[in-house]
């Protein structure tokens, strides 16, 4: 049986150009220099797990020390071993998994990324927040979680470039963000993490959030 792969590796090497390098400033807003890359660099632990790694861009260029163990994760094969083969790190271990079911490992991360992830993801906003929930079992107790999703209600107007980028990824079927709001990530956020900082900046949220909250423990 023959399944279809949605990124293909050179779909992904043109995102990284073009979304990375001009989408992301010119339309949405957000700089991937100086907005994107900093909360990256800024929120590496000693064993990190990158979701959604693409090519590899956020690992190869987030500074990250040599002793920080390396995962990363992807839905499909191909993009699996791109990121492998493009992440500067040959101890990097891949994973191939649907972010939208819990991982099928029991490793647990002291930081996970997710970055320009979420509003690919073809689900209700109440699938992509239930991500948060079930994350969680992945991660150690001061373990936090970091990323980045270009909103599709509630934000700024687009300007022309952002209304036809969006227009063409919704026809293209890249995007599925037109429900995506702060409003519900801020809410599925605190609910399942401690601390939680949140900024939307231009078109896009950027979270970082940390100590998952566990579950109570009823005692009889
Ligand atoms: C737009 S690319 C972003 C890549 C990279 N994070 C970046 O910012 O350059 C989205 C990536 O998420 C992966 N992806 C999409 N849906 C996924 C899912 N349900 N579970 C895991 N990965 C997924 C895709 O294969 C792709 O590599």
């Not at 150009?17 to 957000?30: E, F, H, Q, R």
């Not at 990256?40 to 979701?51: C, E, Q, V």
Request: hydrophobic share 40%.
């Amino acid at each position: 049986m023959s399944t279809t792969v949605i990124y293909k590796p050179w779909d992904l090497l043109i995102h990284e150009v073009w979304v990375l390098g001009i989408v992301s400033t010119w339309a949405w807003g957000c700089s991937t220099s100086e907005d994107l890359l900093p909360q990256f660099r800024a929120s590496i632990g000693k064993n990190h797990l990158d979701i959604g790694s693409g090519t590899g861009y956020y690992l190869r260029q987030g500074e990250i020390p040599a002793t920080t163990l390396l995962a990363l994760l992807d839905l499909e094969h191909p993009a699996r071993n791109l990121g492998l083969q493009r992440c500067g790190r040959p101890d990097a271990c891949g994973l191939q998994a649907d972010i939208l079911q819990p991982l099928p490992v029991t490793d647990t991360f002291d930081s996970v990324s997710m970055y320009y992830l979420l509003h690919c993801i073809p689900a209700t906003m109440a699938e992509i927040c239930a991500i948060f929930k079930h994350i969680k079992r992945n991660m150690t107790l001061d373990g936090i979680i970091h990323g980045a999703s270009v909103l599709g209600k509630g934000v700024r107007k687009d300007n022309c470039f952002a209304a036809h980028v969006r227009r063409s990824g919704l026809n293209t079927g890249i995007f599925h963000n037109t429900d995506d709001n702060a409003y519900d990530f801020e809410h599925a956020l605190p609910t399942n993490f401690e601390e939680v900082e949140t900024r939307v900046v231009g078109s896009v949220f950027m979270f970082r959030a940390s100590k998952p909250k566990q579950k109570k423990r009823v005692i009889c």
